[in-house]
């Protein structure tokens, strides 16, 4: 998806810009690319965390019995995956997914 | 036109671009990043930002070509590298496109967070306690971190205006 603004200055600069970015590798399109890839990451990362969950805590009086502490432990990837996706949809820091 | 004379040709223009001999415009028309054709027509330069002084500079022609992508086309070459510059239906493409993500992720939130109300949120859930609630908070966040709704940089959605939608 690239959009073909026009080529006049506001054209670049309002919608080329914030949808392709300047030099084509920035603006909406790139942003949502890594948001994307890091929901990716972060939905294997849960999916991984609960399947640990389901060996480690075999019925829900051990779950219920769970600290936070645990389940800071069990999600703690989880956690910096969702950080890092937000940091990458409000462009607060680095992209840290390469996409 | 049996003339010597062709009509969309600005004067000055050097070359025989009737026969592809690679005329160009002159250097007034190419002026403010515009390109001339091998074979004629003058198009917008898309790898140029240009600024807001280059409006003040510009006759018809260039106007045309800066919206439209080219002025002065004779050939479906021409067209078709025109609107490689200038294509409104791609700016409804992107907006459909963002749309769909967003309608997508916000989908894939909803979907969790109901999924952990299930779990430890209401209070016939089966997981109850300090860990259940964390796990509640930490789904909350997560849910709002695929919802571009409840975010203020994502606004997705095409033009509200479709008379440029063509299909």
Redesign the interface.
């Known amino acids: 998806?690239?959009?073909?603004?026009?080529?006049?200055?506001?054209?670049?600069?309002s919608?080329g810009a914030t949808?392709n970015g300047?030099n084509g590798n920035d603006g909406?399109?790139t942003?949502?690319s890594h948001?994307?890839s890091d929901?990716v990451d972060?939905?294997g990362d849960?999916q991984k965390a609960i399947t640990e969950m389901s060996t480690k805590y075999k019925n829900?009086e051990d779950?219920?019995?769970?600290?936070?502490t645990?389940?800071?432990k069990d999600?703690q990837t989880?956690?910096g995956d969702?950080t890092t996706?937000?940091n990458d949809?409000?462009?607060s820091s680095g992209n840290s997914s390469g996409g | 036109m049996s003339g010597g004379v062709n009509p969309r040709r600005p004067p000055g223009a050097t070359g025989d671009q009737r026969s592809g001999g690679g005329g160009t415009w002159p250097t007034t028309q190419r002026a403010g990043?515009?390109q001339s054709g091998n074979d004629g027509g003058l198009?917008?330069?898309?790898d140029?930002?240009?600024?807001?002084n280059?409006?003040a500079g510009w006759n018809w022609h260039q106007i045309e070509?800066?919206?439209?992508?080219g002025s002065m086309m004779t050939t479906d070459d021409q067209r078709a590298r025109a609107?490689?510059?200038?294509?409104p239906n791609?700016?409804w493409?992107?907006g459909t496109?963002?749309y769909s993500?967003q309608t997508t992720?916000q989908m894939?939130g909803d979907a969790?967070l109901a999924q952990a109300k299930l779990l430890a949120g209401k209070d016939d859930s089966?997981?109850?306690?300090?860990?259940?609630?964390?796990?509640m908070t930490?789904n909350d966040?997560?849910s709002r971190?695929?919802s571009?709704t409840t975010?203020t940089?994502?606004p997705a959605g095409p033009p509200a205006n479709t008379r440029y939608r063509t299909s």
């Open positions: 998806m690239d959009v073909q603004p026009g080529a006049f200055y506001h054209a670049r600069t919608s949808i300047l909406l399109k942003k949502f948001v994307i929901l972060a939905l849960i829900t779950l219920n019995n769970a600290s936070v645990d389940l800071q999600f989880v956690q969702f996706l937000m949809a409000t462009g | 990043g515009f198009f917008g330069n898309p140029t930002t240009g600024s807001k280059d409006y070509a800066a919206i439209d992508g609107k490689g510059i200038a294509d791609t700016l493409t992107a496109t963002f993500v992720l894939v969790m089966p997981w109850k306690g300090a860990a259940a609630d964390a796990f930490m966040h997560v971190a695929t571009p975010r940089s994502c």
